[in-house]
């Protein structure tokens, strides 16, 4: 994966020494965690909807 990272982190931490390959640890605080659940718990629910809506080819906005 990628990362990005402004000016201001790569002067203020060791990041700016990493080259390719180099390991890094990185954590994401609890409230990032839990909005990463999320999302990927409403995008399951949209694909397993859209599985359905193919199987018996109704629309999952239908009543």
Do not use: W
Request: charge should be negative; glycine fraction near 4%; hydrophobic fraction near 40%.
């Amino acid at each position: 994966f990628c990362v990005y990272l402004i000016p201001e982190t790569l002067e203020r931490t060791t990041l700016g020494a990493k080259t390719f390959g180099d390991r890094v640890n990185i954590e994401i605080d609890p409230h990032t965690q839990a909005i990463v659940e999320t999302v990927e718990r409403v995008l399951a629910q949209r694909d397993a909807a859209a599985a359905m809506s193919m199987l018996t080819g109704q629309s999952t906005t239908e009543s």
